[in-house]
């Protein structure tokens, strides 16, 4: 049971072009999310987060927007640039109850063509 | 530099041979913990430590062992590997207790294939 959703496994954008993941959960419980990119033979490094007290958060060119009704986060990234090709995964945590679990989702691999 | 190492990137092997995958921090975290990265399924948690000698199942911990001796290293431990273990491996680890507020740093990765 997937309890962290990326629906879509790929997106390809025009470089200048705005990227939107997205990114579904279905733990109510879940109060913590977290943004991952991953390139091909290393490691995933983090990217932005945010609680579910906020409904956005911004760093630069990368803003997450939350939605707790809807149990969806997005992505977005603007403008896009061909080195922000590579994978992106979501993730889910629970703040106060289990600290140490981390809900992955199945990634969306970005594609920015220049 | 701040790092996580895992050694091997590489490993093939054959089915019921015990192995052991080493991980190792130079942050003095008190944070790590295991994925395991399968095409459709994405990064799936094995294990993870809140602190020295102090250990709990993730998501997937069937077929695997850890350990947390030391601070900085927290070795996987297949004890009789099957195909289905074939997979991409991570290490993470992270400053204070646990994931909230304080990202993961990952490793490489090792990428396993049992026969």
């Known amino acids: 049971d997937q309890q962290v959703k990326q629906n879509s496994p790929s997106l390809s954008v025009q470089e200048g072009r705005i990227s939107i993941l997205n990114c579904d959960y279905t733990?109510?419980?879940?109060?913590?999310f977290l943004w991952y990119k991953k390139y091909p033979a290393e490691g995933p490094t983090f990217l932005i987060s945010i609680s579910s007290i906020k409904d956005k958060n911004e760093d630069g060119r990368f803003t997450v927007f939350l939605n707790k009704s809807a149990k969806h986060l997005s992505l977005h990234i603007v403008p896009s640039q061909p080195g922000d090709s590579a994978v992106y995964f979501c993730a889910a945590s629970y703040q106060y109850n289990q600290g140490g679990k981390l809900i992955f989702g199945q990634g969306t691999e970005l594609s920015v063509k220049p | 530099e701040a790092q996580v190492t895992q050694n091997p990137r590489y490993l093939i092997t054959v089915t019921g041979k015990k192995l052991t995958v080493t991980c190792s921090q130079n942050?003095?975290?008190?944070?790590m913990s295991w994925y395991r990265q399968d095409p459709g399924l994405g990064l799936r948690q094995i294990y993870y430590?809140?602190?020295?000698?102090?250990?709990d199942k993730g998501d997937v911990p069937e077929g695997y062992k850890v350990s947390r001796k030391e601070k900085r290293n927290f070795p996987l431990i297949l004890e009789s590997p099957s195909p289905n273990q074939t997979s991409l491996y991570f290490c993470a680890s992270s400053q204070g207790q646990g994931v909230v507020n304080s990202p993961l740093h990952f490793g490489n990765g090792t990428r396993l294939t049992v026969t």
């Open positions: 733990n109510s419980m879940f109060d913590y």
């Open positions: 942050m003095n975290h008190e944070y």
């Open positions: 430590s809140m602190n020295v000698e102090v250990t």
